[in-house]
């Protein structure tokens, strides 16, 4: 995954209230986009494949998300049907017509400096796919979510199948959690956030 993106937000996942600090900074991204777009609807796009322990992160939230039944907001991507890079071509050209009326939240593992391991990243702008696998993959979403699993020093699309497990759930209960209280939050409510000008 490589962001194509100048803000980035920096969350770790073994410091306390962690969740809410990562749920906070969503919340405020998500409205700003809806606002500047004009736009009610969110899609998750969970992108991964559920072969690979460490690029299972963005499926298994799809999944949890899934599960725990958020019902404001559409799911792409899960453990049972995973989006990754050998499909995600497919779901792009379907997206742009079915999903034209919604902010996409592009979620991802990612890899990074070692001691960013186990952190959740936020940021505007999108995401473009492939985890170092060498493949050219359009870039994708309005916000992204990502966990970094893995060392960017390493290079080796392998060092993905001996990530920790541990590390990839704490990335993914952080993430699901803080993700359902922002749109608890958004709730029926979110017309009220569209008085006034568009933002640009």
Do not use: W
Not at 52 to 80: Q, V
């Amino acid at each position: 995954m490589n962001v194509r993106s100048h803000e980035i937000y920096y969350y770790d996942t073994e410091r306390a209230f962690e969740t809410e600090r990562v749920a906070g900074c969503f919340l405020k991204l998500l409205l700003e986009e809806m606002k500047r777009q004009r736009k009610t609807k969110v899609l998750f796009l969970c992108i991964g494949t559920d072969r690979s322990t460490g690029d299972s992160l963005g499926p298994l939230i799809g999944y949890k998300l899934t599960e725990r039944g958020i019902t404001n907001a559409r799911i792409l991507g899960t453990l049972e049907k995973p989006v990754h890079a050998m499909n995600l071509d497919q779901y792009l050209c379907g997206s742009k017509d079915h999903f034209a009326d919604y902010v996409i939240v592009a979620v991802d593992a990612s890899v990074g400096n070692t001691e960013h391991i186990g952190y959740v990243t936020l940021g505007r702008g999108a995401l473009k796919p492939g985890l170092g696998v060498s493949k050219e993959i359009e870039a994708v979403g309005d916000l992204f979510i990502t966990g970094i699993v893995g060392s960017s020093k390493c290079g080796d699309p392998l060092m993905l199948q001996s990530v920790r497990l541990s590390v990839v759930m704490r990335l993914a209960d952080c993430i699901v959690k803080s993700v359902l209280l922002s749109m608890n939050i958004i709730g029926k409510r979110v017309e009220n956030f569209f008085a006034g000008p568009p933002m640009v």
